[in-house]
Every structure is written in C-alpha cells, then in structure tokens.
C-alpha cells in the first residue's frame, strides 16, 4: 500500500543540524510534489517547506528561511530536510505529506520528532 | 497566528450536526484557492478529510461534508459519533504559494 516513512528526528542543542528522511512507497514517487509540515507540542499545522517533481519549484516558510533546505531524490523515492541553526521554537513532530489534487495532502508519514533543547 | 480563523472548540452531542467554519480573506481563501480540510486524532498524523472546498477521498463516510463562499469554507458533520472526537484543520493556499492552515478546532462528543 501506499505509505511515507520519515526518520532522522532526535534530540539536537540549539545551534545544531539535523537531516530529516522521507521514502515513499507502493506509488510514483517522481508524479508528486512533496511538503515537510510541523507541529510544535499542542500547537497546529505549519507547512515548512515543499518541493516539485523535480526541484524546479521550492518554498520555505519565513520561519525557516536561510536555515532549512529541501531536496529530493526520485531515484531513492526520497525527500530530505536539512535543518540547520536550529532553534527551540523548531521542536515539533515533523511530517511528510504528499500533494493532492487542488494542492490537499492526501497521504501523511507517522512523523518524526525534533527536540532542540540544550 | 494562524492564517485562516478556526473557532478553537465546538461540541455536540452524538447524532447531533455540527459545523466548523473557517475564515480566510482575498488573498487565500477569497482569491479561488481551494479548501480542505483534515481530521487529526490524539497522537496520530493528520488525515484528508475534505479536498477541493466538497469532495471526500475514498473511505470518508458522507457524514462529512464542506462547502465553500468567498472567503471563508465549512466543514459539516451528520450524526455525530463518538469516534469523531479529534481536531480539525481547514487548509488552503495564499497567492505567495504559501500552504496554509487554520489554527485547528478541537471537537467534543458530549
């Protein structure tokens, strides 16, 4: 079946790197944009950054900017968040989620979580 | 703070309806973007709910609906069972391309 799987989180002191994981599987990974999203601890939904089938297109957030980047590599069914000067605002449960029609997130990873914390 | 406006609770009581709303503006919402919408339960990744402002992805019951006017959208729910207690998020787009959400609505199943 279908699933995204993510891995990488950890426990990382502010100022740190972290590269987070996503591989897909059971669909044409190649046919869909990919979206990393967070969730701060009792707090809602923020999209952090996306990427195109083939990275032509790329956002960030603000709140990321100059910090995070996005990749992707469709050979390995994979997309990757590098995260750098990391700050304690940016622990969260972080996601992968895969782009839909009119631009939804129909198929979501477990999640992984980022604890920056020194 | 959230771009699109959730109330952050509503409740009802089982077989009852219950609607969530979510408010945007002209640069989102109001521009001709589209609306969805996800249901989250306590410690689980989100999950589509609603795509494109009224179409439910295959296996979400018809108890779910939503609909969409200028700038703002609804998320509906017939007959109310215990099991859709979780949080919901509407979700769109800004004409920077920016994906966003709404703040998330808690509901409750008396």
């Known amino acids: 079946q279908e699933q995204l799987v993510e891995s990488g989180g950890g426990l990382v002191r502010p100022g740190g790197s972290l590269r987070l994981s996503c591989e897909g599987s059971?669909?044409?990974?190649?046919?869909?944009?990919m979206n990393w999203v967070r969730q701060a601890p009792g707090k809602g939904l923020e999209c952090v950054s996306y990427?195109?089938?083939?990275?032509?297109?790329?956002y960030y957030a603000d709140s990321v900017k100059g910090r995070f980047t996005i990749s992707r590599d469709n050979a390995k069914n994979s997309v990757y968040l590098q995260m750098n000067s990391l700050r304690a605002d940016d622990t969260a449960v972080y996601y992968c989620a895969r782009k839909y029609s009119g631009g939804s997130l129909d198929l979501w990873g477990q999640g992984t979580v980022v604890t920056v914390s020194s | 703070q959230s771009v699109l406006t959730q109330p952050p609770s509503v409740s009802g009581a089982p077989g009852q309806r219950v609607t969530i709303s979510c408010t945007g503006s002209?640069?989102?919402?109001?521009?001709?973007?589209?609306v969805h919408w996800y249901q989250q339960l306590p410690g689980t990744a989100p999950k589509l709910l609603i795509y494109g402002n009224n179409n439910r992805p295959s296996g979400v019951p018809d108890r779910f609906s939503g609909s969409k006017s200028a700038t703002s959208a609804s998320l509906a729910i017939n007959g109310l069972q215990a099991d859709d207690e979780a949080d919901y998020y509407c979700?769109?787009?800004?004409?920077?391309?920016?994906?966003?959400f709404g703040g998330g609505t808690k509901l409750t199943v008396l």
């Open positions: 990427m195109s089938l083939s990275g032509s297109t790329i």
């Open positions: 002209s640069s989102d919402i109001g521009a001709g973007y589209d």
């Open positions: 979700q769109s787009y800004d004409s920077s391309l920016s994906v966003v």
């Open positions: 059971g669909f044409i990974f190649s046919d869909y944009y």
